[in-house]
């Protein structure tokens, strides 16, 4: 199975990168040590989804940092990306894998652990346990995992997982002592006044601080 670095694992938010673009953001990202860049649209059509989702292919693609299309298959395909990450209502893990093919980069969110034996029965590269802390980017996910909730996943796991959630400089280094393979965060690089700062504070974070 294809080996994925999801040390810094930055999933894109429109409405959260305002006047600046989500473009430069993933740039600025990617150079402070973004190692997987997820671009997720809730609120556009399909053309302008899949058009942003060529215009990052451009940025990630010669940094080799693997872009991956948030519940998209069709995006993913029409664009070029690496891949895709769904979500348990999402099409199915098998039927993406199916349609992209066997060196797709095919992620799933998991919060409980029949879902994390059901993807990697079905062959998902990576996990994401989703709602560690609360957090004002997802509210519709019910209570949080908190760190307990979170190692028993990683327990359950045989494949890689990264977290995502409520996560900054402070909660990251928590996440590396659960098992995770990495972290995952929206607004800590979004929100950013300077994302390459971000990033390399996140890396600095997750891999050297101590808990």
């Not at 098998?94 to 990697?120: F, Q, T």
């Not at 590396?176 to 996140?202: F, H, N, Q, T, W």
């Amino acid at each position: 199975m294809q080996s994925i670095d999801l040390r810094l694992y930055v999933v894109t938010d429109r409405g959260q990168a305002g006047e600046r673009g989500v473009g430069p953001i993933v740039r600025a990202a990617i150079e402070g040590g973004a190692t997987v860049v997820q671009l997720r649209e809730k609120q556009c059509d399909t053309r302008d989804f899949v058009r942003y989702a060529r215009e990052l292919v451009e940025i990630c693609r010669p940094a080799r940092v693997p872009l991956l299309i948030n519940d998209r298959v069709d995006v993913a395909l029409a664009a070029g990306a690496d891949g895709v990450h769904l979500g348990q209502a999402d099409m199915s893990l098998a039927d993406a894998r199916r349609l992209l093919g066997p060196s797709a980069i095919v992620g799933v969110s998991v919060r409980h652990g029949d879902e994390v034996l059901a993807a990697e029965r079905d062959g998902a590269n990576y996990l994401a346990a989703n709602g560690v802390w609360a957090t004002a980017t997802k509210t519709d996910l019910g209570s949080p995992l908190e760190w307990e909730g979170l190692r028993a996943l990683v327990e359950a796991s045989t494949i890689p997982m990264i977290a995502i959630g409520g996560i900054d400089e402070r909660t990251a280094p928590l996440i590396r002592e659960a098992g995770c393979a990495g972290i995952a965060v929206v607004s800590a690089v979004m929100k950013a006044e300077d994302p390459r700062r971000a990033c390399m504070g996140l890396r600095h974070a997750f891999e050297y601080a101590t808990p």
